[in-house]
């Protein structure tokens, strides 16, 4: 599976973007879809994930309330909705998947996109 992130860029803070997830195969529609952000001199940091059906979701402490995710199997894409954005949510940001049926927590992804930068201003 490959997957390709887009949709960053620059946003004062308090605005929103959203970012796209396509999948170049169907056979994402089976597979636990996550994103992730780093940003400079950091770890890598969860951001959310979301199963398979899209019947089960889960987010980072630090964006729960504010960022959203969903997807569209018919399009083989996961999004992700920003809110309310912080100068601290500027990042890297990448999307990653993991195949299976679950609604468990995933903590291991077997595929990742290359990222989108997302720069919130003050």
């Known amino acids: 599976v490959q997957l390709q992130a887009s949709g960053g860029g620059l946003v004062q803070a308090g605005g929103s973007l959203r970012l796209s997830c396509a999948a170049s195969?169907?056979?994402?529609?089976?597979?636990?879809v996550g994103w992730f952000r780093q940003a400079p001199g950091k770890e890598r940091e969860f951001v959310a994930h979301?199963?398979?059906?899209?019947?089960?979701?889960r987010y980072g402490d630090s964006v729960k309330g504010r960022f959203t995710i969903s997807r569209d199997n018919a399009k083989n894409t996961v999004y992700l909705q920003m809110s309310s954005l912080k100068p601290e949510d500027s990042a890297v940001y990448y999307c990653?998947?993991?195949?299976?049926?679950?609604?468990?927590?995933?903590?291991?992804?077997?595929?990742w996109g290359q990222g989108t930068q997302v720069t919130v201003s003050s």
């Open positions: 195969t169907r056979t994402v529609s089976s597979h636990t």
């Open positions: 979301i199963n398979w059906n899209g019947g089960a979701t």
């Open positions: 990653a998947a993991r195949p299976g049926y679950t609604t468990a927590a995933v903590y291991v992804f077997d595929y």
